[in-house]
């Protein structure tokens, strides 16, 4: 026991925590604004999955990280757009599409990348660090926290403006409107279609940036179906957090020290099955849901189709 606090398996694990709950971050972060907005977004994986494959692609292209990055949440974003036409314009089943997403981009990644790489593998170099000036000095905490690319503190900072839009402005309150009240909404004069489409291509773009950052700096590398499920976790953490940013945070931290915490225990010697560890994250999350099952809050227009006039 006494090796789990040991300064090796804390600096670690909370590294670790950060890098891999990153793309829980900004996958429930994107979702949270399309519930927000009244849509479900089932296909989150898929969008995760295309961010990851356009994101590696693009950086190991043109060797830079910033480029793969766009390029990721490009890639999420047309995806979104699948979800766009056919849900909030066509009216289709928004769970059904979403399926559709998901495991049409396992399908279409995995034999992208078969037919750009064949049987190999390869990888990217190290993705920049940037040390925070006086605070990556810090016992542990420097290290484990203060010591990352910059796009996980653009991800911080992105919790503090998305609570300040969903609080204190016009655009929150209209996101707000099109999954509670979306009859109201439109009487107001703001086109409910609309909101929504612009809810559902910020959420497309985030986790197609969530993908690119996994693939790019979590991994170094993609593999086919690499995402091993972070889009449903990122639904859930949207789900539980209820229109809080913060909690999305908290939320992908906890899931993401879940993750880590196989090459946390490698570090500090301790030897555990793999399976048993990695098992954790989906613990939590059936754990956490039968918890908060009784106090769902979640917009009464989530999942429905907006019909001008009527619904």
Not at 159 to 181: D, H, P, Q
Request: with cysteine; net charge positive.
């Amino acid at each position: 026991m006494r090796a789990l606090f040991t300064e090796p398996f804390l600096v670690s694990l909370l590294f670790g925590a950060v890098t891999a709950g990153l793309p829980l971050l900004l996958a429930g972060l994107g979702e949270q604004i399309s519930e927000k907005a009244g849509v479900l977004n089932i296909g989150l994986e898929g969008m995760m999955l295309i961010g990851a494959y356009t994101g590696f692609l693009a950086t190991y292209r043109t060797g830079s990280f910033w480029f793969g990055f766009l390029a990721g949440g490009v890639g999420g974003m047309s995806a979104a757009l699948i979800v766009l036409l056919l849900c909030i314009r066509k009216g289709l089943n928004q769970i059904v599409i979403g399926i559709a997403i998901t495991v049409g981009a396992e399908g279409l990644t995995s034999l992208l990348h078969f037919v750009q790489f064949s049987r190999s593998y390869p990888r990217l170099a190290a993705a920049p660090i940037f040390a925070v000036p006086a605070f990556s000095r810090i016992p542990v905490l420097g290290r484990g926290l203060f010591s990352h690319n910059p796009l996980v503190y653009l991800s911080w900072a992105l919790v503090g403006l998305l609570t300040w839009v969903f609080r204190s402005t016009y655009l929150g309150l209209s996101l707000e409107a099109a999954g509670n009240k979306p009859a109201a909404l439109d009487a107001a004069g703001v086109d409910v279609v609309r909101t929504r489409s612009f809810a559902v291509l910020c959420t497309g773009f985030l986790a197609g940036l969530g993908g690119a950052y996994m693939a790019n700096v979590g991994a170094g590398l993609f593999v086919p179906f690499m995402t091993g499920g972070a889009g449903v976790i990122g639904i859930v953490l949207a789900m539980l957090a209820r229109g809080r940013p913060l909690w999305v945070l908290i939320g992908a931290a906890l899931f993401g020290a879940s993750l880590a915490m196989t090459t946390a225990l490698q570090v500090a010697g301790i030897d555990v099955p793999t399976d048993v560890v990695q098992m954790l994250p989906f613990a939590v999350v059936m754990l956490v849901l039968v918890i908060f099952a009784r106090h769902s809050m979640l917009p009464s227009a989530l999942g429905t189709p907006y019909v001008r006039g009527g619904r």
